[in-house]
């Protein structure tokens, strides 16, 4: 069950880092027709709208490919690409995957089968949709003669993919101009670590009433709240998009206990209180998407996700009088499953340091072997200090 949790949980981080939409407004510049190099923030809309604006308290621009010669945002270059197809024209703006004797250019969202295009050496562009592709391919690909080259651009060799594509242009540039230096464009792998303080109010909910059984006495019921701190790690993906991941790491516990009524079924007259605790210990790994609702100087966003729990050590007992017993429980270490949802705030503290505050609730269910023998609740409040960043 771990292995298959840890590979769904790599699978999303990829599948995460490797987006390439624009979602928030990231540091950038553009330089319109006119020549003019405006820098501030830019976020692309779609194919054909870039917005601009100087701040995040200034009104936004909108750009069409026409009116750009080029942007730049997180490090990464950007040009409006006219494209012919059966004599008609139309502009996108696209993104410098490599950069040589022929460029590979991809967009922001597939148009139809398009994913693709190629700028030649005469600065002319060709769009690569779908399965034509190859044949695309085959036609303006034509200066290399060399094996691999014809290898790859066989029909029993060619799929249609991004990793394909950049195969293809790689081997063709250095085929062709081998002294001449290609680049290559990548997104960086963004991302911050940090460390957590946590305010935790938890409970617990033991069990379900069985009416067979809770004729004279009834444990079953929500015990004592039990107050208590801990401190946290986490680790956050794209976090300045507006959805990232997280996967954070906390230990908690619960100690609490709850006076039940004992009724003597000779005497239903005669009551007798019995103490009933409970003693948890655990970690929690919870995944989580977060997603900003608010982007403003603070930007509110909201959080969810799974909390799978390691239970690490589990004690309970009652107590009357005459009578201190343990409560028989299968599996004091067990693996539990659970969910986290919450409101935060992150809140910039200087130009390049900020916290992230929140709000949240993290139950779980304890169990026992493959039965349920409580839910645990937890209440949070949390100040998270990233202290490792790539931006």
């Known amino acids: 069950m771990m292995k298959l949790y840890v590979a769904i949980l790599l699978f999303t ?12 407004f990231t540091p950038g510049y553009v330089v319109t027709a006119a ?80 994913t693709h295009a190629l700028r030649l050496p005469d600065n002319t562009f060709v769009p690569l949709r779908g399965n034509l592709a190859l044949l695309t391919l085959t036609k303006h690909l034509t200066e290399c003669k060399s094996a691999q080259m014809s290898h790859l651009l066989s029909l029993g060799s060619f799929y249609n993919s991004e990793v394909y594509y950049e195969r293809v242009v790689n081997t063709y540039n250095q085929c062709v101009r081998p002294s001449q230096r290609v680049t290559q464009t990548k997104k960086r792998f963004r991302y911050e670590a940090g460390l957590s303080a946590i305010g935790c109010m938890n409970s617990w909910k033991y069990g379900t009433s069985d009416p067979i059984n809770t004729v004279y006495y009834n444990p079953y019921n929500v015990y004592s709240t039990f107050y208590t701190g801990t401190i946290g790690a986490f680790f956050t993906v794209v976090p300045r998009k507006r959805l990232s991941i997280s996967v954070e790491l906390l230990a908690s516990k619960y100690t609490g206990s709850l006076t039940v009524p004992l009724t003597n079924p000779l005497d239903p007259t005669a009551v007798n209180p019995r103490l009933y605790s409970f003693d948890e210990r655990y970690f929690s790994l919870p995944v989580t998407g977060r997603y900003v609702f608010i982007n403003r100087a603070t930007r509110w966003y909201l959080k969810a996700g799974v909390g799978p729990t390691l239970r690490t050590a589990m004690s309970g007992k009652y107590t009357e009088v005459n009578v201190d017993a343990d409560i028989f429980i299968n599996h004091k270490t067990n693996i539990g499953v659970g969910f986290l949802a919450g409101l935060g705030a992150d809140i910039p503290l200087t130009e390049k340091h900020r916290i992230y505050v929140e709000l949240r609730t993290m139950p779980h269910f304890v169990l026992d072997g493959v039965t349920r023998i409580a839910t645990s609740r937890s209440l949070q409040f949390t100040i998270n200090v990233p202290l490792i960043k790539r931006e």
């Open 13 to 24: 981080v990829l599948r995460l880092t490797s987006a390439t939409a624009q979602l928030l």
């Open 35 to 114: 020549g003019d190099t405006l820098r501030g923030e830019v976020r692309q809309k779609d194919n054909k709208t870039l917005l601009f604006r100087n701040n995040n308290k200034a009104v936004e621009r909108s750009y069409s490919p026409e009116l750009l010669v080029t942007y730049r945002a997180e490090g990464i270059d950007y040009a409006p690409v006219q494209l012919t197809e059966e004599g008609i024209v139309s502009s996108y703006f696209m993104r410098e995957q490599i950069k040589g004797y022929v460029s590979l250019y991809s967009l922001f969202h597939a148009e139809g089968r398009m």
